[in-house]
Each structure stands twice: as C-alpha cells, then as structure tokens.
C-alpha cells in the first residue's frame, strides 16, 4: 500500500504501480451451520504456488458488504490509505457432503 492507494506489480512496466480504486477489507470469521467464512489459504507448503501465503474464495462464493469506511484507512505498515475501504463477508459451503456421525 502507499498513501493513494494498493500497489499492484505492473508486468508491463516491471514495476509497482499505484491503483486508485476503493480497496476491499475480507472479514473472516469461524464457520457455523451457514458455512464457512474465511479465504482458503495456500502457499507452497500447502500446494500454491510460491512461498508467500495467499487466500483464495471458491466460485458460488456469497459476499456481503458489512461496512463503507469514507475518508481512508491505517494499512499495514501504519500506512494512511486515502481511498474508500468496503469491508466484506463471505459465506461458502464445502463441495462434500458432511459425513454423519456413526
């Protein structure tokens, strides 16, 4: 992040690039009888594609906004993000059927 906004590597340009866009907050939460409400994370050791951790949202995936922040957000870093925050939840179910107790 920078003070105007996400930075995106630019292939193009081989460089960071600044994207003045709203930016989108993913609030996780523990799954309940609804679903599951976090990203699914992977990185290499768990069969993504390099070593940085990564999260990941299924198709059919739900998300709901929570909240608009207006004015600008702390990133991390203690960065001051001049853009809008939308503050997003995400409902999925698992493709496999839960198996019954025995």
């Not at 976090?38 to 995936?61: E, H, R």
């Not at 004015?71 to 991390?76: M, W």
């Not at 960065?79 to 179910?93: D, E, G, P």
């Amino acid at each position: 992040f920078s003070e105007d906004g996400m930075n995106l590597w630019s292939v193009k340009n081989k460089r960071l690039e600044v994207v003045d866009s709203p930016v989108v907050g993913f609030l996780s939460s523990p799954e309940n009888e609804e679903g599951y409400h976090a990203a699914i994370m992977f990185s290499k050791a768990t069969g993504g594609n390099d070593d940085k951790l990564k999260g990941y949202f299924p198709p059919n995936c739900l998300f709901r906004v929570k909240e608009i922040r207006e004015g600008g957000f702390a990133a991390p870093g203690d960065i001051w993000v001049k853009q809008k925050l939308i503050i997003v939840t995400a409902t999925f179910r698992s493709p496999y059927p839960k198996r019954s107790e025995t």
